[in-house]
């Protein structure tokens, strides 16, 4: 309806940052912001942070024109409907047994122990919609220690998991994927099934190939 639903950070220091609210309607044809609404979930704080990696909101459209906000620090979504918001609670991921993680220092004390961190701690990724279906798929990036066998672990090296849920957000599965093997951030949803980018070495050589999966479920 020519409008566009943006998120925006606020300038401002840590104590203030999740005070302030953060997403705003844009009306393309007044060109004017129509409404200014929502904060980050309760349970970020100036002593609950956890740095970039804790702040990747992302938003999801789905066939019943719902706006579905996915934080990566909390477990539940939040849905604009009707113009109010409403949290669903989900189902937990089996793979994250202390959930949130511990956050960062703050101020952290130099970029090594940013990167460290962003590569040891769980987080749910992202919230992914299957329109074709009907499905949403959650990602949920595993914990994992900063070397193995000698050699240094980095993002992508994790094992991750897609977790299924129907319509109604009714859990229905968790499924493990190996780390090492697939860029759980290049993820995309066809009507053929889902096809996800594989680390293979000719992807820097101009290629790229893509693994297709299928869902079987019951309507």
């Not at 009306?27 to 904060?39: F, H």
């Not at 849920?165 to 190996?178: A, P, R, S, V, W």
Request: proline share 5%; hydrophobic share 35%; charged share 25%.
């Amino acid at each position: 309806q020519d409008k566009l639903y943006l998120t925006i950070f606020p300038a401002g220091y840590l104590d203030t940052f999740y005070t302030k609210q953060t997403e705003i309607i844009y009306d393309l044809k007044t060109q004017r912001v129509e409404k200014l609404y929502m904060r980050f979930p309760k349970i970020y704080s100036k002593n609950s942070w956890w740095g970039s990696t804790g702040n990747r909101v992302s938003k999801i459209l789905n066939n019943k024109n719902e706006l579905i906000f996915h934080y990566p620090m909390f477990n539940n979504i939040l849905i604009l409907k009707n113009n109010s918001i409403e949290e669903i609670k989900l189902a937990k991921s089996k793979y994250l047994k202390s959930f949130p993680p511990q956050p960062q220092i703050y101020p952290p004390p130099d970029n090594k122990y940013v990167f460290e961190y962003t590569i040891q701690t769980p987080l749910y990724y992202s919230l992914l919609y299957d329109k074709f279906h009907d499905l949403y798929f959650r990602i949920v990036a595993h914990k994992q220690s900063l070397y193995k066998n000698s050699l240094k672990n980095t993002i992508i090296s994790r094992d991750w998991s897609i977790m299924i849920f129907d319509n109604n957000f009714k859990f229905l599965e968790e499924i493990k994927m190996e780390g090492g093997k697939y860029f759980y951030d290049s993820i995309f949803i066809l009507k053929s099934g889902i096809y996800i980018l594989k680390q293979d070495n000719n992807n820097f050589d101009g290629n790229i190939i893509l693994q297709k999966f299928e869902v079987e479920y019951d309507k």
